[in-house]
């Protein structure tokens, strides 16, 4: 059973700190991995992606993977209010060895709070 | 319409009917896929289609049934649910045209089709 591990929290950060978000994931041979907000009763919306080892920044969103250690994390840096959400670490999922397209395997979510 | 979008936002059904769900993308993308979405649980995948070809998940009881008449939609049949079944049911697409997609590829998600099985 391939599984994605997320502290489901909350978490609570003040605004304008680091928010620190964390994955493990258990499927040796995923090779792609993403994070997706979502707010409540709302659909994922995605914010990062990332393929190989290191960390990728956008804007105030830093994704970090550790393929060795099988581990992905996400830092927002001067967290606002507006960021209060789920955060959902998913993985790719090869549905079959033919390639194309793969489902996703998600974590539970973490649930983060920007106190004002 | 722009994106991926969904029909009906809300379904609330008897044991004993039959209805179905939506999904039609305006990406141009090639691949689609079905996901439930439980209180407490996480996003479960339960099918996808790649240039309209589906790849089975065993795990989903046959009283679900997918359906992807082209690349742009795609729909869920469900009968005789079980109330365990309420749910949100999300649609995505991901892929570029021409290909049959690959593991990198984004999945852009609906809104979603909030069900309640009585």
């Known amino acids: 059973q391939k599984e994605v591990e997320q502290n489901s929290g909350p978490l609570s950060v003040p605004e304008g700190a680091i928010a620190s978000l964390n994955c493990t994931y258990s499927?040796?041979?995923?090779?792609?991995f993403f994070w997706y907000r979502q707010y409540s009763g709302k659909s994922p919306e995605l914010i990062m992606s990332?393929?190989?080892?290191g960390d990728k920044e956008d804007g105030r969103f830093t994704a970090q993977l550790n393929k060795a250690s099988q581990y992905v994390s996400l830092l927002i840096r001067d967290s606002q209010p507006s960021d209060s959400a789920t955060y959902l670490c998913?993985?790719?999922?090869?549905?079959?060895?033919?390639?194309?397209?793969?489902?996703?395997?998600f974590g539970k979510g973490t649930h983060l709070i920007i106190q004002p | 319409e722009t994106g991926v979008t969904q029909t009906p936002r809300h379904l609330v059904m008897g044991m004993t009917n039959k209805k179905s769900l939506k999904c039609e993308q305006h990406l141009g993308h090639n691949a689609m896929y079905w996901y439930k979405q439980s209180a407490k649980k996480p996003l479960e995948l339960m099918f996808v289609y790649s240039l309209e070809e589906r790849v089975e998940n065993n795990s989903v009881p046959s009283r679900f049934s997918p359906e992807c008449p082209n690349s742009s939609h795609l729909f869920l049949h469900l009968h005789t649910l079980q109330p365990e079944d309420s749910a949100l049911y999300l649609c995505a697409s991901s892929g570029s045209p021409g290909t049959s997609g690959g593991p990198g590829d984004t999945q852009y998600f609906g809104p979603g089709t909030r069900l309640t099985v009585l």
């Open positions: 499927d040796r041979v995923s090779q792609s």
């Open positions: 990332i393929y190989s080892n």
């Open positions: 998913a993985v790719n999922t090869q549905m079959y060895s033919g390639g194309g397209a793969d489902g996703l395997t």
